[in-house]
């Protein structure tokens, strides 16, 4: 089992630019949840889906935020335009829960450090 | 929303003593789960440990134990025989019922163990 797995593990770029981040969860595992990670804010969930269908995208901040499960083995997430309020580790996690087993616990990916200068 | 507090910014322990992070949450569900987890410097998020909220035993998984006060909305972690490896940050999470795992963190605590 390789784990929730993010890629890219760093991203740096300027204000401005479009940023695209990677997410590939746990192969039979049907909720996957972004999370953003700030000194300030701490861990905030941003989206979730359920089946790669968005179920909760209320902590989405802002229109230049936006993500997308086009299939079961693979989510993205991004910023466009990216500004340097964005600058955070973000979580990818995901989890296999059958209806009312709570049994399962929520894997994290290592997260994906972006910095926007 | 589900709101949940640590109070506690940064603890620091000596190693074999014994540690208490507390947790405060706001709900106005009746079942829920909550945790702790906890984040070492590598980053990574590992599961300490779970609590239903339905069960008035509170868990226990080796060293780490938790204090679970439903009418008081508390839940605090306590660390046995602290171990320098214990050295991370905690986070004390909500997950209501047929949210999917769909977690609330509080803010953290960063935890110390010192030789």
């Known amino acids: 089992d390789a784990g929730v797995i993010q890629s890219p593990r760093h991203e740096v770029t300027e204000m401005g630019q479009e940023v695209t981040l990677r997410c590939k969860p746990i192969?039979?595992?049907?909720?996957l949840f972004w999370y953003r990670q700030t000194m300030m804010r701490g861990l905030e969930l941003l989206i979730y889906?359920?089946?790669?269908?968005?179920?909760?995208d209320s902590g989405m901040p802002e229109d230049r935020f936006s993500a997308k499960m086009p299939n079961a083995s693979f989510s993205t997430l991004k910023i466009q335009p990216s500004e340097p309020r964005d600058s955070a580790v973000y979580f990818c996690?995901?989890?296999?829960?059958?209806?009312?087993?709570?049994?399962?616990?929520?894997?994290f990916g290592n997260g994906t450090r972006l910095t926007v200068t | 929303a589900q709101t949940v507090t640590q109070s506690q910014p940064e603890m620091s322990v000596q190693e074999a003593e014994t540690v208490t992070l507390s947790c405060t949450y706001d709900?106005?569900?009746?079942?829920?789960?909550l945790f702790w987890y906890k984040q070492p410097p590598s980053r990574q998020m590992i599961l300490v440990i779970r609590?239903?909220?339905?069960?008035?035993q509170n868990a226990t998984e080796n060293r780490f134990s938790v204090n679970f006060q439903k009418a008081a909305k508390s839940f605090s972690l306590k660390i046995s025989d602290s171990q320098l490896g214990d050295t991370a940050m905690y986070f004390c999470?909500?997950?209501?019922?047929?949210?999917?795992?769909?977690?609330?963190f509080g803010k953290g605590t960063s935890l110390l163990v010192t030789p």
């Open positions: 996690a995901s989890s296999g829960i059958r209806r009312g087993n709570y049994n399962s616990p929520l894997h």
């Open positions: 192969s039979g595992h049907d909720y």
């Open positions: 889906f359920n089946n790669n269908v968005p179920i909760d």
């Open positions: 709900t106005s569900e009746n079942n829920y789960y």
């Open positions: 609590q239903e909220a339905y069960k008035q």
């Open positions: 999470a909500f997950m209501k019922l047929d949210s999917g795992y769909a977690l609330n």
